[in-house]
T-cell receptor, first 122, second 111 residues
């Protein structure tokens, strides 16, 4: 058990709908990352939040959005769903401490992954 | 966009043998990560390589990074069945802190 929780585990919905995926990081971890894994696109980095602020954005569609709340949990919102959005969505967390003098220069810490949310769009 | 290639895509090896998985990437990066994924499961971080020449070892797995050649290797020593999984490398871009994943190497260790 990584200590990262994701809900729901499975989600079945229809095209055009909107869903929200939730991630709770390990206690003390400030960073949350979201990833998408599908058969045709493989593993893709979506977005990274650090202590409530967006730090990096990857191949995240405009129909998708995310946020990290003051208690550090994060939500990934997927709207106007299409068949191709069917995938496994993982979140991961890490400590990513800020070194003296400024923001962390990169992802130096090990990431701990949640069990994932399997989304099926029909 | 940074491209990451892994080879081989599929690897079937006998227990006790050694083998290497390769991860090539297209543009400069100083940070590379290796992950393991068991069938139907989530990802597990294996190694974080942060500089040229970095070498890390955990059990029968050893990872290295050559940033000048834009190459990382994951070496498996005396493979055992428990190492059967899919292994991914991921490269962090030098701008924007994004991650770019390889296609994965599906490893099957045969008794």
């Amino acid at each position: 058990d990584s200590g990262v929780t994701q809900t729901p585990k499975h989600l079945i919905t229809a095209t055009g709908q909107r869903v929200t995926l939730r991630c709770s990081p390990r206690s003390g971890d400030l960073s949350v990352y979201w990833y998408q894994q599908s058969l045709d696109q493989g593993l893709q980095f979506l977005i990274h939040y650090y202590n409530g602020e967006e730090r990096a954005k990857g191949n995240i569609l405009e129909r998708f959005s995310a946020q990290q709340f003051p208690d550090l949990h994060s939500e990934l919102n997927l709207s106007s769903l299409e068949l191709g959005d069917s995938a496994l969505y993982f979140c991961a967390s890490s400590v990513d401490p800020i070194p003296p003098g400024g923001l962390a220069g990169g992802h130096q810490e090990t990431q701990y992954f949640g069990p994932g949310t399997r989304l099926l769009v029909l | 966009e940074l491209k990451v290639e892994q080879n081989p895509l599929f690897l079937s090896m006998q227990e006790g043998k050694n083998y290497t998985i390769y991860c090539n990437y297209s543009t400069t990066s100083d940070r590379l990560y290796w992950y393991r994924q068991d069938p139907g499961k989530s990802l597990e971080s294996l190694f974080v390589l942060l500089s040229n020449g970095a070498v890390k070892q955990e059990g029968r797995l050893m990872a290295s990074l050559d940033t000048k050649a834009r190459l990382s290797t994951l070496h498996i020593t005396a493979a055992v069945h428990d190492l059967s999984a899919t292994y991914f490398c991921a490269v962090e871009g030098n701008t924007g802190n994004q991650f770019y994943f390889g296609t994965g190497t599906s490893l099957t260790v045969i008794p």
